[in-house]
């Protein structure tokens, strides 16, 4: 079965410093997506950034990159120079293996910014 | 702007009284889910449909239903509330690297 696990309930950081955020996965599929999720105190979920198995780099979008080990079966969240606006719950999640193609998300992570 | 729509945002009803949460989105996209929130328990998919006129249950579908008559839209209809479906509700499309697009969700309290 496939399975998300991030180990971090919540993570502080300093505004302005790069904070990374942990997940790992499980899966059997050869072929398979992983995604980031923020979704702020206001509940909308927000996509953030993917990365295919098959991507031979790491994805990024702005201050968002995936840092990609596929041997080890991770896919860690780095965000650079954190900003108070990135306070907010991070999921990561991958594509699911059946007809559904629903999102498998993991537990959470809640990231806060100090000031 | 490239959206899913969701109304109404916020939603305050009794038990046995039938509500229709709608779902919409402007990106032409096949694929659209339903998911709830819950604490503790995470997403979860609902329903969802890969086209007009295409639906199939998800993990949770007791006591929901869902339409596809047209691409855009994807209405859940809740046909006698109770309160366990108290929940965040979430209604998503798919892009063209299997990533979900979400609503602003639907925060659904059934007394």
């Known amino acids: 079965a496939q399975k998300i696990t991030q180990t971090q309930p919540g993570m502080f950081v300093q505004e302005k410093e790069a904070v990374t955020l942990d997940c790992t996965y499980d899966t059997s599929d050869q072929s398979y997506g992983l995604f980031w999720y923020k979704q702020p105190s206001s509940g909308e979920m927000i996509f953030l950034i993917y990365q295919g198995s098959y991507d031979e780099q790491n994805a990024t979008e702005g201050r968002y990159s995936l840092n990609f080990q596929k041997a080890r079966k991770s896919a860690n969240l780095v965000i650079s120079a954190s900003q108070l606006g990135d306070s907010a719950m991070y999921f990561c999640?991958?594509?699911?293996?059946?007809?559904?193609?629903?999102?498998?998300f993991g537990s959470g992570t809640r990231l806060l910014v100090r000031p | 702007e490239a959206q899913v729509t969701q109304n109404p945002r916020y939603l305050i009803t009794v038990t046995g009284k039938k509500l229709t949460v709608t779902c919409s989105q402007n990106m032409n996209h096949e694929y659209m889910s339903w998911y709830r929130q819950d604490p503790g328990l995470g997403l979860r998919q609902i329903y969802y449909s890969m086209n007009v006129e295409v639906t199939d249950k998800g993990d949770v579908p007791e006591g929901y239903k869902v339409s596809r008559k047209e691409k855009r839209n994807f209405p859940l209809i809740l046909e006698s509330p109770s309160p366990n479906q108290t929940s965040l509700y979430f209604c998503?499309?798919?892009?063209?690297?299997?990533?979900?697009?979400f609503g602003p969700g639907t925060r659904l309290t059934v007394t």
């Open positions: 998503a499309s798919r892009g063209r690297y299997y990533e979900q697009y």
């Open positions: 999640a991958m594509r699911g293996m059946d007809s559904s193609y629903k999102l498998i």
